[in-house]
Nanobody, 123 residues
Framework: QVQLVESGGGSVQAGGSLRLSCAAS????????MAWFRQAPGAEREGVAA???????MYADSVHGRFTISKDNAKKTLDLQMTTLKPDDSAMYYC?????????????????WGQGIQVTVSS
Protein backbone atom coordinates (compact mmCIF):
# COMPACT_ATOMS: atom_id res chain seq x y z
CA GLN A 1 0.00 0.00 0.00
CA VAL A 2 1.43 3.33 -1.08
CA GLN A 3 1.41 6.17 1.42
CA LEU A 4 2.54 9.74 1.01
CA VAL A 5 2.52 11.84 4.18
CA GLU A 6 3.22 15.56 4.08
CA SER A 7 4.58 17.61 6.96
CA GLY A 8 6.01 21.06 7.62
CA GLY A 9 3.16 23.35 6.64
CA GLY A 10 1.89 26.25 8.66
CA SER A 11 1.53 29.99 8.73
CA VAL A 12 4.20 32.51 7.88
CA GLN A 13 4.42 36.17 7.00
CA ALA A 14 5.16 37.33 3.49
CA GLY A 15 8.85 37.13 2.74
CA GLY A 16 9.33 34.20 5.08
CA SER A 17 10.28 30.59 4.42
CA LEU A 18 8.84 27.14 4.99
CA ARG A 19 10.06 23.64 4.23
CA LEU A 20 7.60 20.93 3.30
CA SER A 21 8.47 17.26 3.50
CA CYS A 22 6.80 14.17 2.11
CA ALA A 23 7.53 10.70 3.47
CA ALA A 24 6.83 7.92 1.00
CA SER A 25 6.28 4.23 1.56
CA UNK A 26 5.09 1.28 -0.45
CA UNK A 27 6.47 2.34 -3.82
CA UNK A 28 9.70 1.98 -5.78
CA UNK A 29 10.75 5.43 -4.75
CA UNK A 30 13.99 5.74 -6.70
CA UNK A 31 12.21 5.24 -10.02
CA UNK A 32 9.16 7.33 -9.23
CA UNK A 33 8.38 10.75 -10.64
CA MET A 34 7.66 12.97 -7.66
CA ALA A 35 5.93 16.33 -7.49
CA TRP A 36 4.32 18.99 -5.38
CA PHE A 37 0.96 20.44 -6.34
CA ARG A 38 -1.14 23.07 -4.62
CA GLN A 39 -4.74 24.12 -4.60
CA ALA A 40 -6.14 27.38 -3.29
CA PRO A 41 -9.84 27.76 -2.43
CA GLY A 42 -11.89 28.11 -5.59
CA ALA A 43 -8.92 27.41 -7.82
CA GLU A 44 -7.76 24.41 -9.79
CA ARG A 45 -4.93 22.27 -8.54
CA GLU A 46 -1.66 23.40 -10.07
CA GLY A 47 1.78 21.93 -10.36
CA VAL A 48 4.42 23.63 -8.24
CA ALA A 49 7.55 21.57 -8.81
CA ALA A 50 8.59 18.09 -9.82
CA UNK A 51 11.65 15.88 -9.93
CA UNK A 52 12.12 12.82 -12.10
CA UNK A 53 13.98 9.60 -11.42
CA UNK A 54 17.17 11.08 -12.84
CA UNK A 55 17.00 14.13 -10.60
CA UNK A 56 15.86 16.55 -13.28
CA UNK A 57 13.83 19.34 -11.69
CA MET A 58 10.90 21.29 -13.06
CA TYR A 59 9.21 24.36 -11.63
CA ALA A 60 6.16 26.46 -12.26
CA ASP A 61 7.06 29.95 -13.47
CA SER A 62 5.38 31.44 -10.42
CA VAL A 63 7.81 29.75 -8.01
CA HIS A 64 10.98 29.47 -10.08
CA GLY A 65 13.89 30.93 -8.18
CA ARG A 66 12.01 30.90 -4.87
CA PHE A 67 11.23 27.21 -4.35
CA THR A 68 13.60 24.25 -4.47
CA ILE A 69 12.54 20.63 -4.78
CA SER A 70 14.76 17.78 -3.64
CA LYS A 71 14.49 14.09 -2.95
CA ASP A 72 16.39 11.56 -0.89
CA ASN A 73 16.09 8.08 -2.34
CA ALA A 74 17.60 6.42 0.71
CA LYS A 75 15.16 8.07 3.11
CA LYS A 76 12.28 8.05 0.60
CA THR A 77 11.55 11.69 1.25
CA LEU A 78 10.63 14.60 -0.97
CA ASP A 79 11.21 18.15 0.19
CA LEU A 80 10.10 21.56 -0.99
CA GLN A 81 12.06 24.50 0.34
CA MET A 82 9.97 27.63 -0.09
CA THR A 83 11.50 31.08 0.31
CA THR A 84 10.32 34.64 -0.25
CA LEU A 85 6.79 33.45 0.26
CA LYS A 86 3.89 35.55 -0.99
CA PRO A 87 0.23 35.59 0.00
CA ASP A 88 -0.53 34.04 -3.42
CA ASP A 89 1.41 30.96 -2.31
CA SER A 90 -1.26 30.21 0.28
CA ALA A 91 -2.87 26.89 -0.56
CA MET A 92 -3.17 23.25 0.35
CA TYR A 93 0.01 21.56 -0.83
CA TYR A 94 0.02 17.96 -2.02
CA CYS A 95 2.78 15.46 -2.58
CA UNK A 96 2.28 13.24 -5.63
CA UNK A 97 4.00 10.24 -7.16
CA UNK A 98 3.71 8.71 -10.59
CA UNK A 99 5.12 5.70 -12.39
CA UNK A 100 4.89 7.21 -15.87
CA UNK A 101 4.63 10.98 -16.12
CA UNK A 102 4.91 12.66 -19.50
CA UNK A 103 3.71 16.13 -18.59
CA UNK A 104 4.81 16.99 -15.09
CA UNK A 105 2.14 19.53 -14.22
CA UNK A 106 -0.86 17.47 -15.32
CA UNK A 107 -2.29 16.07 -12.10
CA UNK A 108 -4.00 13.22 -13.96
CA UNK A 109 -0.56 11.79 -14.70
CA UNK A 110 0.06 10.92 -11.06
CA UNK A 111 -0.97 7.68 -9.42
CA UNK A 112 -0.61 8.47 -5.74
CA TRP A 113 -1.39 11.48 -3.59
CA GLY A 114 -0.86 12.62 -0.06
CA GLN A 115 -3.68 14.10 1.99
CA GLY A 116 -2.28 17.59 1.74
CA ILE A 117 -0.95 20.18 4.12
CA GLN A 118 -1.94 23.80 4.54
CA VAL A 119 0.40 26.71 3.86
CA THR A 120 -0.84 30.18 4.75
CA VAL A 121 1.13 33.33 3.95
CA SER A 122 -0.07 36.56 5.48
CA SER A 123 0.73 40.02 4.15
Amino acid sequence: QVQLVESGGGSVQAGGSLRLSCAASGLTYSSSFMAWFRQAPGAEREGVAAIDANGRKMYADSVHGRFTISKDNAKKTLDLQMTTLKPDDSAMYYCAAGDTVLVWDYDTQYDYWGQGIQVTVSS
